[in-house]
């Protein structure tokens, strides 16, 4: 099973359409390419996109057709659920299934983690985590976990992050709670707060 | 000036105090008693919002001594709305403004009744606006000027500068002449080092040990302005000469970060005469009416002799008397810096770089500043800029790609071509898709590249006072406890709220130390050259004996850089390892050599992590020892990695995010903005790896590079260099720091390397530290 969050296809689209700047648009493109290589590496037979997948329902409906094509050849073969965010809370004309949530028990996998639940695996937040090392302070997209939940950092190429000691974060997270941070060999440590 | 008042263009050279803006005004005055006029006449510009308030206080005297019906006002960053509003319906007679605040009153549709009267524009202090983005974007605002009133005389007001016939061509429209006018320079200045009983230290930045000698200096004299390099150093210099001012004088603090009515104060009580003596930085290095300013302190070397010329004639109004200054180095290198720029300054070599042709990007922004006031033609939008004189060798093909850019992005992909920004109407003119996009365009307009700022207050229980700004940066070092300097008192970090930096007075003596980003100067390559000769007597007899004590000691603990040699050193300092090659090639060059030699060393996993660069040496610390630097020297190998390193680079993503934000690709940080949704803006980083990976050849790139050259010198200087050095490298493994080394340790402008290895090792060591002490073993 591959689990991702937070991909926000169709970026560039969606700022441009509300007067802003034009942005590479190549955001798409190189988010798919990682997710092709990732689903080659794992060979995973179910794959969960954790909402917000894409920028809004609009930057859904307007992929590019090579892209759309692009997503149903990685589709082929596997069971794909969208679960809905924030940013994309509509139905979405692509394969797979369309979930609010996705009760697994004993886990549920939605967008945004709820306050007082258990068993639970979520996005939306984009985690990060800054290490300060004797010579230098690094951030990178984190993991966050503890007994409760797991918080997944975004996947998609345009996405900034939160760190994991802002408020909304530490009041989730137990005081225990554990971080992933990212890189070549991910490492774990408490988590920053 | 009166009998050229009708020249299309004319250019002043003087120094300040000799009355030149009031020259500049002459004819406009003249203009103003014989005709009565309607609307706006005169456009002041000056680089300083201070220098316009400065200038208005100045121009009210003689105008209501003539008894003219004359209105007179400023329009900045600082004036209200509703002020704002009025003035473009009912503009005074002279208007006096900054580059920024004239590029978006030309960008409003009603930019030609604004201007529709005005017949003169003056152009303060233009030899500092010459040298940056903002004169680009200033000139290109003439051009706009031009063409709504194609009788308009320009009018530019320059210090002493090298080249004036340069400064001449950039302000005249092209190919309009332009009359060059000299004033009587003046005496020349009294520039000399102050003596101190103490001596300074090796390394160190805040000249702490000067602290009684300026003090008797304040004493010995009626009003003394005290510059420092960098905001920080200020504040530092500032707070410990207060810790000594037994007598209470009073003294005041000005920079850029304190804020505005703060700094309003300060500049009140010197026009009063007030203050015995001001700690500032270059905030107030610009044109402003100093009063009885007698004495002008220096603290830190000047690094350009010809900014140094120019602060110091400041300091006089009185013409014939010698301006008076005093260098003071803050540590032992800056006295050999001292001595060699006093000497430069004697001989009149007056030092600065030639500038190329108008960055694309300034270009950029006008063209969607152009469209946010209204349709345009692009054949006229390229004729008017090209009569810019920085964008006279524009080409049509250049020009059209930026007007596509601005238009669709100009990627290779095109996407989304519906949602286009600019679009050509049907007679061909070009419009904005959105109109409500101006007010957006509008926002984002300007060519100052601030780091992100907070505000800094007290905390609203004990008055919530604005004190200021830090960088966003320093603002995430800080938590609750830690003190730091901000507008000369120690203040203690309380928290973030709302985006702003909470604090309360705190009355602790040491402070952790504010970084506010430093400016950076880069001394000519003449002033490193005579340096260097400089070092290779045998002895100093016009250094201070602790000087010359401490060029000896650097002799026999290591050695002396020597013309025709490269000095390499090593040591082991705080857990890194340094490296530090003494080029004396000047700033960009060695810049450029740190770049490739970290580029070497990451290819020879000795994992750098930074490195900095002054005009005599670069300093490259990381993880590992370099136990032989002769192979990282080889001429043929970093030629063979030139090809792509420099696109990876922190400096190229730096030079990037500038670029991309003069020219609107990305959006300027706004506090709401920032408030709404810290994780939704990313990095800029992060598009410039994108286009590296997908469209290398975007003429954003093409900017960034160009830009990125400008600041380094291209392959055949280093390969000059290196080629005279040949094998003759000296490699020194020292026990610790050298003492030339260690002014290295606290320059300005570290450039960080992000190299992979590296980080991934300092990862590993510190989440292993905390899982141990967190009593957790590994997963």
């Given at each position: 099973m591959l689990i991702v969050s937070d991909l926000h296809l169709g970026k560039t689209e969606r700022v441009l359409r509300r007067g802003g700047p034009a942005m590479p648009p190549y955001e798409t493109r190189d988010t798919l390419i990682r997710l092709e290589n990732d689903l080659q590496a794992s060979n995973a037979a179910t794959v969960i996109c954790l909402g917000d997948s894409f920028d809004d329902v609009e930057a859904a409906k307007t992929l590019p057709e090579a892209d759309r094509l692009w997503i149903s050849r990685l589709q082929a073969g596997r069971r794909w659920v969208w679960i809905e965010g924030n940013h994309d809370p509509g139905p979405i004309d692509l394969g797979g299934a369309h979930l609010a949530e996705l009760p697994l028990p004993p886990l549920t996998f939605r967008h945004i983690a709820q306050s007082g639940k258990s068993g639970e695996i979520s996005g939306h937040y984009h985690p990060k985590v800054r290490v300060k090392t004797r010579l230098r302070s690094i951030s990178r997209p984190s993991f966050l976990f503890d007994s409760d939940r797991v918080i997944l950092p975004a996947y998609g190429t345009y996405t900034g992050g939160l760190r994991s000691d802002d408020t909304a974060l530490a009041a989730l997270m137990r005081p225990e709670a554990m971080a992933i941070i990212t890189g070549q060999t991910p490492r774990q440590l408490p988590m920053p707060r | 000036m009166l009998a050229r008042a009708d020249d299309p263009c004319t250019l002043l050279i003087a120094p300040t105090g000799g009355g030149k803006t009031l020259a500049g005004f002459l004819p406009t005055l003249a203009d103003l008693a014989t005709m009565p006029h309607e609307g706006l006449h005169t456009l002041y510009v000056s680089p300083l919002k201070a220098l316009a308030a400065d200038i208005k206080r100045n121009l009210r005297a003689p105008v209501e001594e003539i008894g003219l019906d004359i209105r007179i006002e400023g329009r900045t960053g600082d004036t209200s709305q509703t002020v704002k509003k009025r003035q473009r319906v009912d503009p005074p007679h002279i208007l006096l403004t900054t580059p920024e605040s004239l590029a978006l009153l030309t960008s409003y549709e009603d930019a030609p009744r604004i201007f529709k009267g005005l017949k003169r524009v003056v152009v303060d202090e233009i030899h500092a606006l010459a040298e940056s983005k903002r004169g680009d974007q200033l000139f290109l605002a003439l051009a706009r000027l031009q063409s709504l009133r194609p009788g308009l005389k320009r009018v530019g007001l320059s210090a002493t500068v090298d080249h004036p016939e340069d400064i001449a061509k950039l302000l005249a429209r092209n190919p309009d002449p332009c009359e060059i006018l000299y004033a009587d320079p003046g005496p020349a200045p009294d520039i000399s080092m102050l003596e101190t009983e103490e001596a300074p230290p090796w390394l160190g930045g805040g000249a702490a040990y000067a602290i009684p000698a300026v003090l008797e200096q304040v004493k010995a004299h009626k009003t003394t302005l005290i510059f420092h390099n960098t905001r920080a150093q200020a504040e530092i210099f500032f707070h410990n000469l207060w810790l000594s001012n037994d007598e209470s004088l009073p003294i005041g603090i000005h920079h850029g970060s304190l804020d505005r009515a703060q700094r309003e104060k300060v500049e009140a009580a010197m026009v009063r005469g007030n203050l015995r003596a001001i700690v500032c930085t270059?905030?107030?290095?610009?044109?402003?009416?100093?009063?009885?300013?007698?004495l002008v302190i220096q603290v830190g070397?000047?690094?350009?002799v010809k900014r140094l010329v120019q602060r110091i004639g400041r300091a006089n109004h009185r013409y014939n008397a010698p301006s008076k200054a005093l260098l003071v180095p803050a540590n032992r290198w800056e006295v050999v810096e001292c001595v060699n720029a006093l000497k430069a300054v004697q001989e009149g070599d007056l030092d600065g770089d030639p500038r190329g042709s108008g960055p694309r990007d300034v270009l950029c922004q006008h063209i969607l500043l152009r469209a946010a006031s209204g349709p345009f033609d692009a054949d006229d939008l390229y004729a008017e800029m090209t009569s810019a004189g920085a964008y006279v060798d524009l080409t049509r093909d250049a020009f059209d790609t930026c007007l596509e850019f601005c238009a669709t992005g100009g990627y290779a992909l095109k996407a989304y071509d519906r949602w286009q920004r600019l679009q050509q109407r049907p007679d061909g003119q070009w419009q904005l898709r959105d109109p409500r996009a101006a007010a957006r365009l509008r926002m984002n307009a300007g060519t100052i590249q601030d780091s992100d700022t907070l505000k800094v207050q007290l905390k609203r229980n004990r008055g919530g006072k604005p004190l200021g700004e830090v960088e966003e940066a320093f603002a995430a070092t800080l938590s609750a406890g830690d003190t730091f300097l901000i507008g000369g008192q120690i203040v203690r970090y309380e928290g973030l709220r709302d985006m702003t930096v909470q604090v309360s007075r705190n009355a602790a003596r040491k402070p952790r130390v504010a970084v506010f980003s430093g400016t950076k100067f880069s001394t000519s390559t003449q002033l490193s050259q005579r340096t260097l000769r400089y070092l290779q007597a045998d002895s100093w007899p016009d250094l201070p004996a602790h000087t010359a004590d401490w060029l000896q000691l650097q002799r026999s603990m290591s050695r002396l850089p020597e013309p025709g040699r490269l000095l390499v050193e090593t040591f082991e300092r705080d857990g890194r390892q340094n490296m530090c090659v003494y080029g004396f090639a000047g700033r960009n060059a060695q810049q450029t050599l740190g770049l490739l030699l970290t580029k070497r060393m990451e290819d020879m996993d000795l994992a750098p992590m930074g490195f900095v660069s002054s005009d005599y040496a670069t300093l490259i610390w990381g993880l590992d020892e370099v136990v032989d630097p002769r192979p990282l020297f080889d001429l043929q190998t970093l030629k063979a990695g030139l090809d792509g390193w420099l696109a990876g680079n922190a400096l190229m993503k730096r030079t990037f995010r500038g670029a991309a934000t003069i020219a609107g690709l990305i959006e300027r940080n706004t506090p709401s903005a920032r408030k709404s949704g810290r994780q939704a803006t990313f990095s800029s980083d992060i598009l410039y790896d994108t286009l590296l990976k997908y469209d290398p050849d975007h003429v954003l790139m093409q900017i960034t590079r160009e830009e990125a050259l400008r600041g380094l010198v291209d392959f055949s200087r280093i390969e000059a260099l290196l080629e005279n050095v040949q094998d003759r490298i000296d490699h020194v493994t020292a026990p610790h720091v050298t003492p030339l080394a260690a002014p290295l340790l606290l320059e300005v402008g570290k450039v960080p390397v992000q190299s992979g290895s590296a980080e991934e090792r300092l990862i590993a060591e510190e989440t292993e530290a905390l899982m141990n002490e967190s009593g957790l073993t590994k997963v």
């Open positions: - | 270059g905030s107030l290095d610009l044109g402003i009416d100093w009063g009885d300013v007698d070397a000047p690094k350009n």
